[in-house]
């Protein structure tokens, strides 16, 4: 059976809605980009995309002069809406659907039969069948695939995004895609909107099907950095070099040891485990202990940062990065960040912090005095101790000569353990 789509709504437009939504929109769809951000709607209208990922701007900048992306704070009719809003967990470790339920229940009052309900947000298993229920408790009017599978008025998938910060725009294309359907109908519709834009494979499941690769995705890769964390705590204790240790280890043709940094940031690895942790507690040992490694490392950053400042009697520390990883400005639940607050409550050192993605600290770092955004230039000239926290381009490219009288401590084996 074939789908043409000719009207596609986005409900969010953050690091995964945005990217999508202007690719949409770039093959020639007429897209309906919507956030509660007024600010953000506002940067989109004005062709420029809220936050820094490369391309992105050109191909925001494209579509909303074809007029082919419009971007607003409420849904209005489409004949397919692609949810992509944040699951954070509560306080519990349980996912927070509270983003996700709001996006339904908004959606709801515009949806029509024969409408396309796609969930992309990274979700406990059984979240696309709760999404069913509360469209069902908004528009009971209308027939939802999981109670009327052979004749459902709204067809509904799960989807997740697959893509990174920093290489989003392509890999939103190249990559493979999971489409897992209610049904298999749900799947053909939500298959042939996929079609539009992804040159990767797709491959086809069901709803709680995909919604479990993609937590299993994001811990397997949590529980091999765990590996390479652990493995760097243990140099440290025996007084070795981690990356030449690794560098070696690695040159066995069957393994592969990862980078080992100062924790685990960004909204999916340290967050999306614990969405089966907190189900299965009794299933997942292996993930817990990695969650525990991993949460663990910036205490461990502290604690050996605190020894190295005793030595000064006014110690000034330059923080180099505090995105969650390189090159890009995103800080949400990132280690360096929480590493530099931490040193504001825990030392009387000066920090001087370096992040070239951001035009000011954040909040978190802004309320302490002692805390300054500064450049490069000035944290290298004035600091006691250089604490390397992320691998931008920028830092890989510093003279040594123009640190060799400080204390370096490279969580990150930027120079790879030359200090």
Same mark, same amino acid.
């Given at each position: 059976?074939?789908?043409?789509?000719?009207?596609?709504?986005?409900?969010?437009?953050?690091?995964?809605?945005?990217?999508?939504?202007?690719?949409?929109?770039?093959?020639?769809?007429?897209?309906?980009?919507?956030?509660?951000?007024?600010?953000?709607?506002?940067?989109?209208?004005?062709?420029?995309?809220?936050?820094?990922?490369?391309?992105?701007?050109?191909?925001?900048?494209?579509?909303?002069?074809?007029?082919?992306?419009?971007?607003?704070?409420?849904?209005?009719?489409?004949?397919?809406?692609?949810?992509?809003?944040?699951?954070?967990?509560?306080?519990?470790?349980?996912?927070?659907?509270?983003?996700?339920? +709001?996006?339904?229940?908004?959606?709801?009052? $515009? &949806? *029509? #039969?024969?409408?396309? @309900?796609?969930?992309?947000?990274?979700?406990?298993?059984?979240?696309?069948?709760?999404l069913?229920?509360w469209?069902?408790?908004?528009?009971?009017?209308?027939?939802?695939?999981?109670?009327?599978?052979?004749?459902?008025?709204?067809?509904?998938?799960?989807?997740?995004?697959?893509?990174?910060?920093?290489?989003m725009?392509?890999?939103?294309?190249?990559?493979?895609?999971?489409?897992?359907?209610?049904?298999?109908?749900?799947?053909?519709?939500?298959?042939?909107?996929?079609?539009?834009?992804?040159?990767?494979?797709?491959?086809?499941t069901?709803?709680?099907?995909?919604?479990?690769?993609?937590?299993?995705?994001?811990?397997?890769?949590?529980?091999?950095?765990?590996?390479?964390?652990?493995?760097?705590?243990?140099?440290?204790?025996?007084d070795?070099?981690?990356?030449?240790?690794?560098?070696? +280890?690695?040159?066995?043709?069957?393994?592969? $040891? &990862? *980078? #080992?940094?100062?924790? @685990?940031?960004?909204?999916c690895?340290?967050?999306?485990?614990?969405f089966?942790?907190?189900?299965?507690?009794?299933?997942?040992?292996?993930?817990?202990?990695?969650?525990?490694v991993?949460?663990?490392?910036?205490?461990?950053?502290?604690?050996?940062?605190?020894?190295?400042?005793?030595?000064?009697?006014?110690?000034?520390?330059?923080?180099?990065?505090?995105?969650?990883?390189?090159?890009?400005?995103?800080?949400?639940?990132?280690?360096?960040?929480?590493?530099?607050?931490?040193?504001?409550?825990?030392?009387?050192?000066?920090?001087?912090?370096?992040?070239?993605?951001?035009?000011?600290?954040?909040?978190?770092?802004?309320?302490?005095?002692?805390?300054?955004?500064?450049?490069?230039?000035?944290?290298?000239?004035?600091?006691?101790?250089?604490?390397?926290?992320?691998?931008?381009?920028?830092?890989?490219?510093?003279?040594?000569?123009?640190?060799?009288?400080?204390?370096?401590?490279?969580?990150?084996?930027?120079?790879?353990?030359?200090?």
């Amino acid at each position: 059976m074939e789908f043409e789509y000719q009207k596609i709504s986005v409900i969010g437009l953050g690091y995964i809605g945005l990217p999508t939504a202007a690719t949409i929109a770039s093959r020639g769809i007429d897209v309906v980009g919507v956030d509660v951000s007024q600010s953000a709607v506002r940067a989109i209208s004005q062709g420029k995309a809220h936050f820094s990922e490369p391309d992105l701007d050109m191909l925001v900048q494209s579509a909303v002069s074809t007029k082919k992306l419009r971007a607003q704070t409420t849904p209005e009719e489409a004949e397919a809406f692609i949810i992509a809003v944040p699951t954070p967990f509560l306080d519990d470790h349980s996912g927070d659907l509270s983003y996700v339920e +709001a996006a339904g229940r908004s959606i709801a009052k $515009v &949806l *029509k #039969p024969d409408d396309l @309900v796609i969930l992309e947000s990274t979700s406990p298993v059984g979240t696309t069948q709760k999404l069913c229920g509360w469209i069902a408790e908004e528009r009971p009017d209308l027939r939802l695939p999981d109670r009327h599978p052979d004749n459902p008025d709204i067809h509904m998938a799960y989807c997740p995004e697959r893509i990174l910060p920093g290489r989003m725009v392509f890999e939103l294309v190249e990559n493979d895609r999971i489409i897992g359907g209610i049904t298999e109908a749900c799947t053909d519709k939500a298959e042939a909107l996929y079609e539009i834009f992804v040159r990767g494979e797709l491959h086809r499941t069901n709803a709680p099907t995909a919604e479990l690769v993609k937590i299993m995705e994001n811990a397997y890769r949590d529980v091999n950095i765990a590996f390479a964390n652990e493995m760097s705590t243990v140099c440290d204790a025996l007084d070795l070099n981690a990356w030449e240790a690794i560098n070696l +280890a690695n040159r066995h043709p069957r393994v592969n $040891v &990862l *980078k #080992p940094g100062p924790g @685990v940031g960004g909204h999916c690895i340290a967050i999306d485990p614990w969405f089966l942790i907190s189900r299965l507690p009794n299933q997942t040992p292996l993930m817990r202990m990695a969650r525990k490694v991993n949460d663990a490392k910036p205490g461990i950053i502290l604690s050996k940062t605190r020894h190295q400042i005793e030595r000064f009697r006014k110690p000034v520390v330059a923080c180099l990065g505090l995105a969650y990883k390189p090159d890009v400005d995103d800080l949400r639940e990132s280690p360096a960040l929480k590493i530099v607050e931490m040193l504001a409550k825990d030392s009387d050192a000066d920090l001087l912090v370096v992040e070239p993605h951001i035009a000011s600290l954040p909040d978190v770092l802004a309320q302490y005095e002692r805390i300054k955004k500064v450049t490069l230039e000035d944290a290298l000239e004035r600091a006691d101790i250089i604490l390397v926290l992320v691998g931008h381009k920028k830092f890989k490219k510093i003279d040594s000569r123009k640190i060799y009288e400080s204390v370096v401590i490279d969580t990150i084996g930027l120079w790879k353990g030359r200090f």
